[in-house]
Nanobody, 124 residues
Framework: QVQLVESGGGSVQAGGSLRLSCAASGGTFSTLSMSWFRQAPGKEREFAAAISRGGYSTVYVDSVKGRFTISRDNAKNTVYLQMNNLKPEDTAVYYC?????????????????WGQGTQVTVSS
């Protein structure tokens, strides 16, 4: 059973940066495509970014392109989300998720493994 633990959330002012981490255990990390989702207050959980098993392919939702960067270190069983030029609308709980089958899927129903989430708050 894959277990995911996020860290790195916090409170920043608009224009600031944060780096989220998601540590995986209980599975072969290099066989998992990894994604970050986020859920703002009162809204549904939405896809933010994904990275392929080997880290060679990435995809982003339009609202974070050019500001967020997803990466992974398979030796450390960890996926990262570097978030720059943060905006108040980025305020959300951020979740990492693992996909054994496909890369870049955007429907939460496609994911079997989720972390507990980490809060990101951006003030104006």
């Amino acid at each position: 059973q894959v277990q995911l633990v996020e860290s790195g959330g916090g409170s920043v002012q608009a224009g600031g940066s944060l780096r989220l981490s998601c540590a995986a255990s209980g599975g072969t990390f290099s066989t998992l495509s990894m994604s970050w989702f986020r859920q703002a207050p009162g809204k549904e959980r939405e896809f933010a970014a994904a990275i392929s098993r080997g880290g060679y392919s990435t995809v982003y939702v339009d609202s974070v392109k050019g500001r967020f960067t997803i990466s992974r270190d398979n030796a450390k069983n960890t996926v990262y989300l570097q978030m720059n030029n943060l905006k108040p609308e980025d305020t959300a709980v951020y979740y990492c998720a693992a996909d054994r089958t496909y890369y870049g899927r955007r429907d939460i129903k496609d994911y079997d493994h989720w972390g507990q989430g980490t809060q990101v708050t951006v003030s104006s």
